[in-house]
Nanobody
Framework: QVQLVESGGGSVQAGGSLRLSCAAS????????IGWFLRAPLKVRDFVAA????????RYTDSVKDRFTILRDTAKNTVYLQMNSLKPEDTAVYYC?????????????????WGQGTQVTVSS
């Protein structure tokens, strides 16, 4: 059973940066896909980015492609979401998710394990 712990959320002004972390306990991320999703107030959970741990391939939603980077640290068994040029519309709770798979999916139902979420607030 993979347990996920997110950290790194907070409040920043527009144009600022944050780095979210997703650490796994219980087992390693080997042969897993790790994704980040967000849930803005009154909206459904949306895909942000994902990385295939073994292949190190990545996928991003169009709105963050030039601003966010998903990274992995194999030594720390941790995935990061580096968020630059933040906008007020990025304000949401961000969730880390993982699934034992070699293929990235942007569908939330494709991930079996979820963290508790971390709040990101971007002010104008």
């Amino acid at each position: 059973q993979v347990q996920l712990v997110e950290s790194g959320g907070g409040s920043v002004q527009a144009g600022g940066s944050l780095r979210l972390s997703c650490a796994a306990s219980g087992r390693t991320f080997s042969n897993h896909v790790i994704g980040w999703f967000l849930r803005a107030p009154l909206k459904v959970r949306d895909f942000v980015a994902a990385i295939s741990w073994s292949a190190c391939s990545t996928r991003y939603t169009d709105s963050v492609k030039d601003r966010f980077t998903i990274l992995r640290d194999t030594a720390k068994n941790t995935v990061y979401l580096q968020m630059n040029s933040l906008k007020p519309e990025d304000t949401a709770v961000y969730y880390c998710a993982a699934d034992r798979s070699l293929h990235i999916t942007s569908q939330a139902r494709g991930y079996a394990h979820w963290g508790q979420g971390t709040q990101v607030t971007v002010s104008s």
